[in-house]
């Protein structure tokens, strides 16, 4: 897959689908020649290397002469894998690192390259893994005495490339890594439209897209987590570019803090592009020996549109990424206690919500917010992570699931602390900011120091002590502030700098170590519902949930959006009690991710636990093979019009699950919706009129959704099995 000619210096790495080609030239820079469809012939690449040729003279120190490139090159317009810094090229390094003199020139150069048949193991970090191959480029600034890995790993089943780089001090003195990106994609044309995912709470990831901007253009994140109000998943897509054709890039970052998707266009048009930790406020001490990583950045490419960059991510994401031991197996039926009753409850109450849900086809409780503690609402408790046993028997709850073969799970959040704790009493120096006059409170809490281990470590170990006692199947890992203050009382003044890093670095040590040692405990990440909806949190925790807001008037376009980047399986999805939309809208929706529950089952009528029992069958039925591990098309974009369609078809093409909703009320609609990815020879049966046709048929001709007459939020759940 992976091959350098020393005498070309040339490497191509190349799975047959797609391809990508780095010239290293005279001066030792890397050219980016292609990256695209698969080649068969890389040989040809004379007139990219020399297009736009242009020599910039070079000065000798000694000589005093000037010395020109025999294999010269547009300095400052050279695709390139890193730009230097502080040079003439000025499009903006991905990297830059100080010395002592306090320069800015950061200037790599290739040394070698060594071919790897595995993705490198990037410490601290979550990253990739299966199979793959990794091309090793070391790289120097001989200047500064720093060597820079340069990882490019290319998987050999899916369209996508992983680039990061490792950089190590070999030098006597300390320097600075004032910007530390993880990847550089110049590309030959602009001609793109980029589409990202901004919003805020209960409004995550709304679609934008609009032609690459000429100049700079960011989307980024600087709130210490990957943020409700851009996420870092983006995508470049040809202009003309659909669902199912057109070129697609999409990018993504195995990371859960601050970040920066960066490009820049000059005059000449060609698109560069850097992506990876934000710099602002960022600067890294290297001291002599030591060695900094950056995240992983993951690079799908698609020649199909849209949904085959989408179902690459994906299968990267279950196949690739996850870790959970179980995670491509079933999720249960979950029942969240928080819409239901908050933290008014008691041992009684929750018992009654026990029984009820197990109506409702419910195969896993999950007690939140509010059992810890001197918890009873949001102003206190946090960091007191012992039972409040005057207000909840939490063995007996545990013993209750049991006998109703129900999985038990339960809410933490253990970033944050409640000015009223013991914690906070005991250790104010534990939040961050401590020792400013003022601190802002989000939601009335601060932000633990994760930059300190002994913080991490008293977390661990309260987290450690209740999970002793009360072996639960569930965390649900809340996350509900951002970081104000990225101050911490643990490092001198030169590293504040490093704080942001180092937050995200102890979430991953605290979420890593418990992970491990309690494989099979499913961990659900969250963040004030889905602000930290991210890769990174992926490798750990084989759901998120997607948002706080459940209701289809603003889910519709959540689900859908989130999708595009992300596997359904990992976007938690409730049915609750908002009254815009029928239980059955609902929970047609949440079906469409791992389904839920979140209300109070008390006040369910007949008709609704009979309604959503019926829904969970489909789920308990459908789920695994055909929504978790099928193939998912997106046939109606709710931002394109009033209509939200997606598909899923199990591997083996023998079932498959449409939902089409429409947002606002329609007359008369003659609407046949062509589905996508059946076998046209086999015949299926679709729950809609009962009818057989065969998959030609639903291919070439479609779903027939006419009917006269649409309400607001009516859809069709309809499920297709084969005949045979
Ligand atoms: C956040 C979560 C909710 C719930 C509450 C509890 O808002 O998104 O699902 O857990 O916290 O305080």
């Known amino acids: 897959m992976i091959g350098y000619d020393k005498k070309t210096r040339i490497l191509v790495l190349d799975n047959k689908s797609i391809g990508y080609a780095v010239y290293v030239n005279d001066a030792g820079y890397l050219e980016t020649l292609y990256f695209g469809r698969s080649l068969s012939d890389y040989a040809d690449f004379d007139c990219v290397r020399r297009a736009g040729e242009f020599s910039t003279p070079r000065y000798d120190a000694a000589s005093g002469k000037e010395t020109g490139y025999a294999d010269a090159f547009k300095f400052d317009a050279a695709p390139l894998e890193i730009s230097p810094h502080g040079l003439a090229d000025k499009r903006g390094a991905p990297v830059i690192v100080r010395d002592e003199r306090g320069s800015f020139i950061t200037d790599f150069r290739f040394r070698s390259v060594r071919l790897l048949k595995e993705a490198p193991a990037i410490e601290g970090l979550p990253h990739a893994h299966g199979r793959c191959e990794t091309a090793d480029i070391l790289l120097e600034?001989?200047?500064?005495?720093?060597?820079?890995?340069?990882?490019?790993?290319?998987?050999?089943?899916?369209?996508?490339?992983?680039?990061?780089?490792?950089?190590?001090n070999t030098g006597k003195k300390k320097v600075r890594l004032t910007r530390?990106?993880?990847m550089q994609l110049d590309l030959p044309r602009c001609d793109y439209d980029l589409v990202h995912f901004g919003g805020r709470w209960a409004k995550e990831r709304d679609y934008f897209c609009n032609p690459v901007a000429d100049g700079v253009q960011e989307v980024s994140s600087n709130l210490g987590r990957s943020s409700a109000e851009e996420n870092p998943f983006v995508f470049l897509k040809e202009r003309s570019a659909t669902m199912d054709c057109g070129e697609v890039i999409g990018f993504n970052l195995v990371y859960s803090g601050n970040f920066k998707f960066r490009t820049f266009t000059n005059f000449l048009r060609g698109l560069h592009i850097t992506y990876g930790m934000n710099d602002e406020d960022f600067e890294w001490t290297l001291a002599p020996g030591e060695v900094f990583c950056t995240p992983q950045a993951v690079i799908v490419y698609s020649s199909h549109g849209i949904d085959a960059m989408s179902q690459t991510f994906h299968r990267f994401i279950r196949e690739n990424l996850m870790t959970y031991a179980d995670n491509c197996e079933y999720k249960p039926v979950l029942f969240n206690s928080w819409e239901g009753c908050t933290f008014h409850f008691d041992t009684d109450l929750i018992l009654s919500y026990i029984d009820d849900a197990c109506k409702i086809g419910t195969e896993l409780f999950v007690l939140d917010d509010g059992w810890f503690g001197a918890r009873d609402n949001d102003l206190a408790g946090l960091g007191d992570w012992t039972v409040n046993k005057g207000k909840?028997?939490?063995?007996?709850?545990?013993?209750?699931?049991?006998?109703?073969?129900?999985?038990?799970?339960i809410w933490f959040e253990p970033e944050m602390v409640n000015p009223d704790s013991d914690l906070f009493r005991a250790h104010p120096e534990y939040a961050l900011g401590w020792g400013r006059k003022e601190l802002a409170l989000g939601r009335h809490q601060l932000h633990l120091d994760f930059s300190n281990p002994d913080v991490v470590e008293n977390i661990y170990a309260q987290m450690k002590a209740f999970l002793e006692e009360y072996p639960v199947d569930y965390i649900k890992w809340d996350y509900n502030r951002v970081v104000a203050e990225h101050v911490s009382a643990a490092f001198p003044p030169e590293r504040q700098g490093e704080i942001y890093h180092r937050l995200v670095l102890g979430y991953y040590a605290l979420l890593g170590r418990l992970t491990r040692e309690y494989p099979h405990t499913m961990f659900e990440g969250c963040a004030s519902g889905g602000g930290r909806f991210d890769m990174g949190t992926l490798y750990y925790c084989p759901q998120i949930w997607c948002s706080d807001e459940s209701d289809p008037a603003q889910r519709i376009d959540i689900q859908f959006n989130t999708s595009l980047g992300y596997p359904l399986s990992c976007i938690g999805s409730h049915v609750n009690d908002s009254k815009v939309a029928s239980y059955s809208a609902k929970a047609a929706l949440a079906l469409f991710g791992t389904y839920g529950y979140e209300m109070n089952p008390n006040l369910l009528t007949e008709g609704e636990i009979a309604e959503l029992a019926q829904t969970a069958e489909i789920y308990k039925k459908y789920h695994r093979d055909v929504i978790a591990n099928g193939t998912l098309y997106h046939l109606r974009a709710p931002y394109e019009g009033n209509h939200m369609c997606m598909q899923c078809v199990s591997r083996d093409a023998s079932a498959s699950v449409v939902l089409f909703m429409n947002k606002l009320k329609e007359q008369d609609m003659f609407r046949f919706v062509r589905l996508k990815g059946l076998d046209r020879?086999?015949?299926?049966r679709n729950t809609l009129d009962g009818a057989v046709h065969s998959g030609e048929y639903y291919l070439q001709i479609g779903l027939n959704l006419s009917k006269e007459g649409f309400a607001e939020?009516?859809?069709?759940?309809?499920?297709?099995?084969e005949e045979t």
């Open 141 to 168: 600034d001989s200047d500064l005495h720093v060597r820079a890995h340069l990882y490019l790993t290319l998987f050999a089943d899916k369209d996508a490339l992983v680039k990061s780089f490792r950089f190590e």
């Open 392 to 409: 909840i028997d939490l063995h007996r709850v545990m013993a209750h699931c049991r006998e109703r073969g129900l999985k038990f799970g």
């Open 180 to 182: 530390a990106m993880s």
């Open 713 to 721: 939020f009516s859809h069709r759940l309809v499920l297709l099995t």
């Open 681 to 684: 020879k086999k015949k299926y």
